[in-house]
């Protein structure tokens, strides 16, 4: 990572780090998912990027591509990720494998210590921020 980036988010705190990481990789998703109905009802509304696996309870899970999908606003908010439903479509976006490994990391959060580093957040700032330009 170059200097001029680093220097770039030297200002922010870890915390707003990572919510500026989240405003930019839920915007991927929207963008990625757009068109797509809801991943727990198959509805075609405004998408939100919904977690399969809770971004705040589950640190390390909050920016994993295949943990978050395209979701209606009911299911995501007013239903709590609708997870029954999820968990029966989400094979429909991911393979069985890359839920399996989804499930596996879960078990692994569990048994290790995680907390943000602010290089890896400016990293996926970044990561982010081309994906964006790019669709």
């Known amino acids: 990572m170059e200097a001029k980036t680093i220097q770039k988010y030297k200002k922010y705190s870890v915390p707003k780090l990572i919510e500026i990481a989240t405003r930019h990789c839920n915007k991927y998703i929207r963008l990625r998912d757009d068109g797509k109905p809801c991943v727990s009802c198959d509805s075609y509304s405004v998408l939100e990027a919904g977690h399969f696996y809770s971004g705040g309870h589950y640190s390390s899970l909050r920016f994993h591509e295949n943990n978050i999908h395209g ?54 700032i970044e990561k982010y921020k081309q994906k964006i330009k790019e669709l």
């Open 71 to 124: 979701q209606c606003k009911r299911c995501n908010s007013h239903l709590h990720g609708n997870l029954n439903e999820y968990r029966k479509n989400i094979t429909n976006r991911i393979s069985i494998g890359d839920l399996s490994e989804l499930d596996f990391n879960v078990s692994m959060y569990k048994r290790t210590l995680f907390k943000w580093d602010r290089f890896d957040l400016i990293e996926i």
